[in-house]
């Protein structure tokens, strides 16, 4: 890494403590970020650059660097806990990633052991197989693998991570670009069934940002996450509502920071500086960017639930 690079490097990771040090934070919990094996990584980042169907836009990658280097900034930015978030667009990829994930996991102390799933045969033996592994959260992506979450397949693995609370952020809002199955319809059939499954909503919803808060305020495990949400990129094609900003401190303990690293098209401290632009206090700034999470993985000096 050249010199300019390691220099930038340290000014934005000087940025970003800054932010959770005046907060009074021991560092940030982040739940949405993306390690997954380098070949898969580089395809995705190919679409990214070929602006392809499923997103639709420019949509340059602020930190297109090797494994270890990603790795090095979220430690120097202060990231005390993240997330391999890693997702199959057909089916046999799954379980092939979730070894992965439980592969790096072990070498990478910040990182929540991830896994995902497909609804495919054999799905709710390797969705165990990973809870018994160690997995702590999964990554459902109905956009990108284009299946309805009420597959029959799917439904014993649903039971599985609710009885084991293990959570699952699925990306199931329109934004950017509609799905077959995305919105809060099917969220709501599958909810209907499994009310104990902790979901976290990626991206807030985004677009049918009040959709997804209606179903957190009727689900008392459905969570959102920030991920690339008030961001001024977001705001110029799904821009959130300004009627429902009160909705957020009335879910403040509902709500984590997510940001989507490495693939952004804007520096890591814009999240959290569009955060703080919300003007919802340093209160539901600790809450949403350390405190929630930190209670939802039981991690070491988790505040007590209030």
């Known amino acids: 890494?050249?010199?300019?690079?390691?220099?930038?490097?340290?000014?934005?990771?000087?940025?970003?403590?800054?932010?959770?040090?005046?907060?009074?934070?021991p560092g940030l919990?982040?739940?949405?970020?993306?390690?997954?094996?380098?070949?898969?990584?580089?395809?995705?980042?190919?679409?990214?650059?070929?602006?392809?169907?499923?997103?639709?836009?420019?949509?340059?990658?602020?930190?297109?660097?090797?494994?270890?280097?990603?790795?090095?900034?979220?430690?120097?930015f202060g990231v005390r806990a993240f997330t391999s978030m890693l997702y199959p667009h057909r089916a046999g990829m799954a379980e092939w990633l979730n070894g992965w994930a439980a592969d790096f996991a072990p070498r990478t102390p910040e990182c929540l052991q991830t896994a995902t799933l497909f609804p495919e045969e054999g799905v709710t033996r390797y969705v165990r197989e990973a809870v018994e592994r160690g997995a702590r959260i999964f990554k459902a992506h109905l956009q990108v693998g284009a299946y309805d979450p009420n597959d029959a397949l799917l439904d014993p693995a649903w039971g599985l991570l609710a009885d084991a609370g293990v959570p699952v952020v699925v990306h199931c809002g329109s934004g950017p670009v509609p799905g077959k199955h995305t919105g809060p319809e099917p969220v709501g059939r599958l909810l209907a069934r499994h009310p104990r499954l902790r979901l976290v909503v990626a991206h807030?919803?985004?677009?049918?940002?009040?959709?997804?808060?209606?179903?957190?305020?009727?689900?008392?495990?459905?969570?959102?996450?920030?991920?690339?949400?008030?961001?001024?990129?977001?705001?110029?094609?799904?821009?959130?509502?300004?009627?429902?900003?009160?909705?957020?401190l009335e879910l403040t303990d509902r709500i984590l920071l997510g940001t989507d690293f490495p693939n952004i098209p804007y520096p890591y401290a814009h999240q959290l500086q569009v955060l703080e632009r919300?003007?919802?206090?340093?209160?539901?700034?600790?809450?949403?960017?350390?405190?929630?999470?930190?209670?939802?993985?039981?991690?070491?000096?988790?505040?007590?639930?209030?």
């Not at 050249?2 to 934070?25: H, I, K, M, P």
């Not at 985004?206 to 997804?212: H, L, S």
């Not at 305020?217 to 996450?225: A, T």
């Not at 991920?227 to 300004?242: H, K």
């Open 29 to 76: 919990v982040d739940v949405h970020t993306h390690f997954m094996p380098e070949q898969v990584l580089k395809k995705v980042w190919a679409y990214f650059d070929a602006a392809g169907p499923l997103t639709g836009m420019e949509w340059p990658i602020t930190y297109r660097h090797e494994e270890e280097r990603r790795v090095a900034l979220l430690r120097d």
């Open 278 to 306: 919300l003007g919802l206090g340093d209160g539901w700034l600790r809450a949403v960017c350390h405190d929630n999470g930190a209670r939802l993985f039981d991690l070491p000096d988790a505040p007590a639930a209030s």
């Open 204 to 248: 807030m919803g985004m677009p049918e940002y009040a959709d997804f808060l209606d179903l957190a305020e009727r689900y008392g495990e459905v969570r959102l996450d920030t991920t690339m949400a008030f961001t001024d990129f977001s705001e110029r094609f799904a821009p959130f509502p300004e009627r429902e900003k009160g909705r957020l």
């Open 1 to 25: 890494m050249s010199e300019v690079n390691e220099t930038a490097d340290q000014d934005e990771a000087a940025d970003v403590r800054e932010f959770w040090t005046r907060l009074g934070l």
